[in-house]
């Protein structure tokens, strides 16, 4: 998508200094989003000409075109290097701030805008978001230290420990102090980028071993859920979607786009959905179940016209925002009476469990899941060899208990 950029001069007549001057401002949008700066320059609010932003001035209106040419010309060499700039972001280059960072808060700030400036592109709103609570522990460490900011070039690995053990303290999980401690690493990753500092100290840190553990269904679970009859229509789609995800392994992103058109027959007549990924730009190709192919149809023929009107030809058409189908899935599973929390993901979870556990070639499944790397599809061969130990320790137990 193109990138929209403008720029505007204006004043405020009703603020006005002693000689009856008033500042001339920036106003700087791009994508929509704006953001002021001040151009140094005044002028008398009578002089000021708003349609062509220009002074009565000839001096004033050649440093106004100066000072245009700089700020188009600062924003495509971010864009040719960047790929993406936000106007707080340029406003930031032009200014100074944030353009060489030299202390860790002023660099997390920067970091965090340039991932800001990605959502909705090549970054995720909840990237995003995760991104700006590891700053926001970042600085609560800080200032827990007794410190306003760290200087860069100061940092040591010893540093790297400090921020661990507070973390720790917090009883995060192993995740999520990792998760925390990848931005802090990162930071100093992008210093060396910036030529701040010639080798990141923490680049053979030890992280927290993490005991990956995945939820999933079981089948009688998702014979519940296919059992269920819901009247609450967003409700009923949650159900559907979870069902769907289930039995295709799509994840929630991919369903929210998910079009008619993805799905498609083969020479020998079989269906299957070909689509990219949202979150990994991978293909995914996933022989549409019968039971993804029954809630398809059911689809076609309970919503064709609202499908044609709203959303073109969207599979799942809704209304409504995805923290509220959050919500209406867990309404859904206390219904079935499953007692772990449920999330849209689970139900991809539950996909690769069980397509492993019936024979299916991890390359297979890694490819269907649209997986970068296979080492991503491997948890789930884990799950399937924890299970078949755990079920024949109860079949010896069993075996025991009745020789006794």
Same mark, same amino acid.
């Given at each position: 998508?193109?990138? *929209? ?7 405020? @007549?009703? =603020?006005?200094?002693? /000689? ?17 700066? *001040? ?13 062509? !932003? ?13 000072? @245009? ?11 040719? $290097? ?19 960072? *030299? ?35 970042? #600085? ?5 230290? !007794? ?9 040591? !690995? ?16 192993? =995740? ?16 060396? %980028?910036? #030529? ?7 680049? /053979? ?14 089948? %009688? ?17 949650? #159900? ?9 392994? +799509? ?28 979150? *990994? ?28 009107? =709203?959303?073109?030809? +969207? ?25 772990? $929390? +449920? ?29 970068? %790397? ?31």
């Amino acid at each position: 998508m193109r990138s *929209t950029f403008k720029i505007l001069f204006y004043i405020n @007549r009703q =603020k006005t200094k002693t /000689d009856g001057k008033t500042a001339i401002f920036c106003r700087v949008t791009i994508d929509g989003k704006s953001t002021v700066m *001040t151009t140094g320059e005044e002028c008398l609010p009578d002089a000021w000409n708003s349609r062509q !932003g220009i002074t009565g001035e000839k001096r004033i209106n050649q440093r106004l075109a100066a000072f @245009r040419e700089l700020v188009e010309k600062t924003y495509a060499e971010m864009l040719a $290097r960047d790929g993406v700039v936000s106007a707080e972001l340029l406003k930031n280059r032009l200014q100074g701030v944030a353009a060489t960072p *030299t202390t860790l808060l002023a660099m997390s700030e920067a970091e965090l805008q340039s991932v800001k400036a990605c959502v909705g592109r090549s970054r995720s709103e909840g990237t995003y978001r995760n991104h700006t609570y590891s700053d926001k522990m970042l #600085r609560d460490w800080i200032e827990n230290k !007794g410190q306003k900011d760290i200087l860069i070039d100061a940092v040591t !690995g010893d540093l790297f420990e400090e921020f661990r053990f507070y973390l720790k303290k917090k009883r995060f999980t192993a =995740k999520t102090v990792n998760r925390h401690l990848c931005w802090l690493c990162r930071l100093m990753y992008r210093a060396v %980028s910036k #030529r701040i500092i010639r080798y990141n100290p923490f680049e /053979d840190a030890t992280y927290e071993k993490e005991e990956r553990k995945i939820r999933f269904l079981q089948k %009688s679970d998702i014979a519940k859920f296919m059992a269920l009859k819901v009247n609450d229509r967003e409700a009923e789609l949650a #159900r559907r979607m979870f069902l769907f995800s289930c039995f295709t392994g +799509l994840a929630i992103a991919d369903m929210e786009c998910l079009k008619f058109s993805h799905i498609q027959t083969s020479a020998d007549g079989r269906r299957y959905i070909r689509k990219e990924r949202q979150k *990994t730009k991978v293909e995914s190709v996933v022989p549409l179940h019968p039971i993804a192919e029954t809630i398809l149809n059911r689809l076609r023929e309970e919503e064709e016209q609202a499908v044609k009107e =709203k959303d073109g030809d +969207l599979v799942f058409p809704r209304g409504c925002s995805r923290s509220v189908m959050n919500n209406k899935l867990s309404t859904v599973g206390l219904a079935c009476g499953v007692r772990q $929390r +449920l999330s849209f993901h689970m139900a991809r979870h539950t996909f690769g469990t069980l397509s492993l556990s019936a024979g299916i070639p991890i390359e297979s499944i890694a490819k269907m899941m649209g997986h970068t %790397s296979i080492t991503s599809t491997q948890i789930y061969a884990q799950v399937t060899d924890k299970k078949i130990s755990e079920d024949m320790d109860r079949l010896i137990q069993k075996q025991q208990a009745a020789s006794e």
